[in-house]
């Protein structure tokens, strides 16, 4: 599991999107994100996936993970 700081999230819409674009990846088992905090927290499987591809999905999204 990791914490992100993520850095151009401005409201729950843009929070949906980081959703959808990282469970969109397999190995994710639960992601969350917070607009107001601009952090997303996301617990994975690290035999399917990891942080690098977490974190260039949400850039896919527009977002800058820090």
């Known amino acids: 599991e990791v ?4 850095e151009g999230m401005t409201c729950t819409d ?3 999107s980081i ?3 990282v469970k969109e990846l397999s190995g994710i ?7 107001k ?6 617990r994975f499987d690290s035999a399917k996936t990891n942080l ?9 999204r ?3 993970v820090k």
Not at 37 to 42: H, K
């Open 29 to 35: 088992d639960s992601v969350s994100a917070n607009y």
């Open 14 to 16: 843009c929070e949906a």
């Open 3 to 6: 914490n992100l700081k993520i």
């Open 52 to 60: 690098k591809a977490i974190s260039e999905a949400i850039a896919k």
């Open 37 to 42: 905090d601009s952090t997303a927290f996301v």
């Open 19 to 21: 959703k959808k674009g």
């Open 62 to 64: 527009g977002y800058e």
